[in-house]
């Protein structure tokens, strides 16, 4: 089974042509599918006409949160209540097609295990929305080795076997195929057609934009150093005591050679990056016992199984 999830948040004047857009789009390729629409604490009338579509028809689920998460959070929840063996994420704003979702259902039986939604001829404003989509992608892609056109779209399948061990949160699920791709996941792109948004206000802006780039960090760094915190805070603090005993050298050197004087500013940088990567390194410690007994105490594992 397809599972369709959708979050839907104050869209009343796009869920009706979404549904029909939906239907015409999936009833004529034979697949088994549900339609799992996520209620994020609409202050419209999403939520009843959201119950009018369960009443409908029997492929149309509806989950209602008690207020508004979020879009990350809405995903999680479609992502625990939906039943199908491949997820497909769509935005309830209308802008991606429908259509898409067989092509990229096709592409995960060709054995992918994610399939990413790439707006090539996106029809945003450039300046708010496109331009900062092109830096953050460019940004992302460098940073993970993660190569994606477009993470930001929110048209994706994935196998659920990939995606029912990660968590959501915060703004992370743009990042999701990071995370995939850490646990073995094959990863294709696919262009998809993309629309100016017709009807309602966008829930997006600038101001979200400093969130990912914080979850792109915390991202790289439990992909990265999750098992192995002791690495990361290790080489920083070795960095450090390194930059520390350099001074220090430098110091002692004028000292005994040039008649310089022992008590200076560079006495107190040497001071403080002693110091500092002393306390890095202790983090790591901490770090390393913490983590192991969150393997000792739990049922997660070091290693992800791709097939016994």
Same mark, same amino acid.
């Given at each position: 089974?397809?599972?369709?999830?959708?979050?839907?948040?104050?869209?009343?004047?796009?869920?009706?042509?979404?549904?029909?857009?939906?239907?015409?789009?999936?009833?004529?390729?034979?697949?088994?599918?549900?339609?799992?629409?996520?209620?994020? +604490?609409?202050?419209?009338?999403?939520?009843?006409?959201?119950? +009018?579509?369960?009443?409908?028809?029997?492929?149309?689920?509806?989950?209602?949160?008690?207020?508004?998460?979020?879009?990350?959070?809405?995903?999680?929840?479609?992502?625990?209540?939906?039943?199908?063996?491949?997820?497909?994420?769509?935005?309830?704003?209308?802008?991606?097609?429908?259509?898409?979702?067989?092509?990229?259902?096709? !592409?995960?039986?060709?054995?992918?295990?994610?399939?990413?939604?790439?707006?090539?001829?996106?029809?945003?404003?450039?300046?708010?929305?496109?331009?900062?989509?092109?830096?953050?992608?460019?940004?992302?892609?460098?940073?993970? !080795?993660?190569?994606?056109?477009?993470?930001?779209?929110?048209?994706?399948?994935?196998?659920?076997?990939?995606? !029912? +061990?990660?968590?959501?949160?915060?703004?992370?699920?743009?990042?999701?195929?990071?995370?995939?791709?850490?646990?073995?996941?094959?990863?294709?792109?696919?262009?998809?057609?993309?629309?100016?948004?017709?009807?309602?206000?966008?829930?997006?802006?600038?101001?979200?934009?400093?969130?990912?780039?914080?979850?792109?960090?915390?991202?790289?760094?439990?992909?990265?150093?999750?098992?192995?915190?002791?690495?990361?805070?290790?080489?920083?603090?070795?960095?450090?005591?390194?930059?520390?005993?350099?001074? +220090?050298?430098?110091?002692?050197?004028?000292?005994?050679?040039?008649?310089?004087?022992?008590?200076?500013?560079?006495?107190?940088?040497?001071?403080?990056?002693?110091?500092?990567?002393?306390?890095?390194?202790?983090?790591?410690?901490?770090?390393?016992?913490?983590?192991?007994?969150?393997?000792?105490?739990?049922?997660?594992?070091?290693?992800?199984?791709?097939?016994?």
């Amino acid at each position: 089974m397809i599972s369709i999830v959708i979050p839907v948040y104050n869209e009343e004047q796009n869920l009706v042509l979404l549904q029909n857009e939906i239907a015409e789009a999936l009833d004529v390729t034979g697949m088994d599918y549900e339609v799992l629409y996520i209620d994020d +604490g609409s202050r419209d009338r999403s939520a009843e006409i959201l119950r +009018g579509f369960t009443q409908s028809s029997e492929r149309i689920r509806l989950i209602q949160l008690s207020r508004h998460f979020g879009q990350t959070e809405a995903m999680q929840a479609g992502i625990d209540f939906s039943r199908g063996d491949i997820l497909i994420f769509l935005d309830a704003d209308r802008q991606n097609d429908p259509r898409d979702i067989p092509r990229l259902v096709r !592409k995960i039986e060709e054995g992918f295990d994610v399939v990413s939604g790439w707006r090539r001829h996106r029809r945003d404003p450039f300046l708010t929305r496109r331009l900062p989509s092109y830096a953050a992608n460019f940004l992302i892609s460098q940073l993970t !080795k993660v190569k994606l056109m477009d993470y930001g779209c929110s048209l994706k399948a994935y196998r659920r076997d990939v995606i !029912k +061990g990660i968590k959501l949160y915060s703004e992370m699920h743009r990042l999701v195929p990071i995370y995939a791709s850490r646990q073995g996941a094959s990863i294709a792109e696919i262009e998809v057609a993309h629309r100016k948004r017709h009807a309602g206000k966008a829930k997006y802006n600038l101001i979200r934009a400093h969130k990912v780039l914080l979850d792109l960090v915390v991202a790289e760094c439990i992909t990265n150093y999750f098992n192995k915190p002791s690495y990361g805070f290790g080489s920083a603090g070795l960095f450090c005591l390194f930059i520390g005993g350099g001074i +220090g050298g430098i110091i002692t050197i004028r000292k005994l050679f040039f008649g310089g004087v022992w008590v200076s500013p560079l006495l107190f940088i040497m001071v403080m990056a002693i110091i500092t990567g002393l306390q890095f390194i202790l983090m790591g410690i901490l770090a390393e016992i913490f983590i192991r007994l969150y393997y000792r105490n739990t049922k997660e594992t070091t290693y992800t199984v791709k097939k016994s």
